[in-house]
């Protein structure tokens, strides 16, 4: 069993920046890949980086590439995601995710274990 845990969500202005948590507890030998996802109310849950927990290869969402920046401390078992120049589209909950292979860690339908979710809301 793997246990998530986000934080540093909150409101924040346009052009703010932010820097999400998530600390994992458990079985995290077993989880190849930690996932960041995003959904806005009305709308499907969004891919939005994910980084392997062995050698760190990252991938980012074309709609977050140079603002949105995915990185892991292996020792603290947590995952970081630091966004700069929030725009108000970007407002969504925020999950954190474990799971993920060598065959795919993009999909949400990847991931196993997930979070409780953290509100990231940015004012016009």
Not at 13 to 24: D, M, N, P
């Amino acid at each position: 069993q793997v246990q998530l845990a986000e934080s540093g969500g909150g409101l924040v202005q346009a052009g703010g920046s932010l820097r999400l948590s998530c600390e994992v507890s458990g079985r995290t030998f077993s989880s190849y890949a930690m996932g960041w996802f995003r959904q806005a109310p009305g709308k499907d849950r969004e891919f939005v980086a994910a980084i392997t927990w062995n050698s760190g290869r990252s991938v980012h969402a074309d709609s977050v590439k140079g603002r949105f920046t995915i990185s892991r401390d292996n020792a603290k078992k947590t995952v970081y995601l630091q966004m700069i120049s929030l725009k108000p589209e970007d407002t969504a909950v925020y999950y954190c995710a474990a799971g993920g292979s060598v065959f795919s860690f993009t999909r949400a339908n990847d991931y196993t274990y997930w979070g409780q979710g953290t509100q990231v809301t940015v004012s016009s």
